[in-house]
């Protein structure tokens, strides 16, 4: 017979207990929003076995903020967020992937933008520890994947004060700045999984870091011709909405629905990179018309060539000025397969890019456990 919540008998004392810690965490605010897990010395050395680190080695700094976050640090918040001691190796290398990647550092984490890290997981810690890749990657329901994503997110916000309306000043936000963090699907994959396109071997496991601002779903069960299916992808890709820099990028989540269809055609990777970046292009005249045919001269951001401080964009000066490319390489499009197999529901996760551009919009590294 399955026991329910309500069927639970909780010792009044022992309840009372937990809500006090809970309500002093909050009042200093250590929290997302959410309970945390309380955390003691002799918890804490369970996370720290989990790895061969010393615990005031520093994993990333905020330079501007003068805030390090060291290994100890790193795994207060990873058990403030609920993460098992297991989980530990994977929050280490996210924070080694993120402290690659240059827009943290100069602040990205405070924009106004409203960006938040992007965590995807390769390799057989994915079954180790029980990360989802089959269904609502998105969503709910995995503690490893919730708990993971979390774990970074508290410590922006505990180690370096990212705290809303304070240090951390996005105008809206993004569900991903509470966590956001996916398996892929590599059972259920056409293809060879992400991080071996780096030069790992598939036993390796690998954390990847993106930099991101939405996820946009894609609708597409209508086709089974890859060029149609292709041409969604592409016109999520180049909306002018998600033109803030002269460039974009995107990481393709497929679900085995979707990469089979590319596959049985007999189209690899490579063949849909090199569709996305050839046909990721504006008229100029679609730019015009929302006022983003030109550069700033400041920033590089885009706005209307008859802004005072506009300047051509690169576009300007090719063969073809009235056509104009979103996509600055073809590495700007990363593939990876996730999600059931289930529905034609795929997802474009718009990634933020440097400007001027940047070859590789992610950073990666391995992950290692105590002992390994």
Same mark, same amino acid.
């Given at each position: ?84 001691? &297991?989980?530990?190796?994977? #929050? %280490?290398? @996210? ?9 943290? /550092? *100069? ?93 790992? &071997?598939?036993?390796?496991? #690998? %954390?990847? @870091? ?9 609708? /597409? *069960? ?151």
């Amino acid at each position: 017979m399955t026991t329910t919540l309500e069927q639970t008998a909780m010792p009044e004392a022992e309840a009372d207990q937990v809500r006090a810690v809970l309500e002093y965490y909050w009042a200093k605010e250590w929290t997302d929003g959410l309970p945390v897990v309380p955390v003691t010395e002799g918890y804490l050395a369970e996370f720290l076995a989990e790895v061969d680190r010393d615990p005031d080695e520093v994993l990333f700094s905020i330079t501007h903020l003068n805030r390090h976050l060291t290994v100890r640090l790193a795994a207060i918040n990873a058990a403030m967020a609920g993460c098992r001691p &297991e989980y530990f190796p994977v #929050v %280490v290398a @996210a924070w080694e992937a993120i402290a690659k990647e240059p827009h943290p /550092a *100069r602040g990205i984490w405070q924009s106004t933008t409203g960006t938040a890290p992007f965590l995807v997981v390769n390799g057989p810690i994915r079954g180790e520890i029980g990360l989802n890749s089959q269904g609502n990657i998105f969503g709910s329901g995995f503690r490893a994947n919730a708990t993971i994503g979390r774990a970074i997110r508290l410590a922006l916000i505990n180690v370096f004060g990212l705290h809303p309306h304070k240090l951390d000043q996005a105008t809206q936000g993004t569900p991903a700045k509470y966590s956001a963090c996916i398996a892929e699907n590599e059972e259920q994959s056409p293809w060879a999984p992400l991080h071996t396109e780096y030069g790992f &071997e598939p036993t390796d496991s #690998v %954390v990847t @870091a993106y930099v991101i601002r939405s996820v946009m779903h894609i609708e /597409a *069960r209508h086709t089974m011709d890859p060029e149609q299916l292709a041409l969604d992808f592409v016109d999520t890709i180049r909306r002018t909405g998600s033109l803030i820099h002269e460039y974009t990028s995107a990481l393709l989540v497929l679900v085995p629905e979707h990469a089979e269809v590319f596959a049985a055609a007999g189209w690899s990777k490579e063949d849909l990179r090199d569709f996305v970046f050839e046909h990721a292009t504006r008229p100029r005249s679609e730019l015009v018309a929302v006022g983003k045919d030109a550069l700033s001269h400041k920033t590089r951001w885009r706005l209307s060539s008859d802004h005072p401080d506009s300047m051509p964009d690169t576009a300007a000066a090719s063969d073809d000025p009235d056509t104009v490319r979103v996509l600055s390489h073809r590495s700007s499009i990363q593939i990876m397969v996730a999600g059931a197999n289930n529905a034609g529901v795929s997802a474009v996760v718009e990634v933020f890019t440097l400007n001027p551009p940047r070859e590789f919009p992610f950073s990666y590294s391995r992950i290692e456990r105590a002992g390994h």
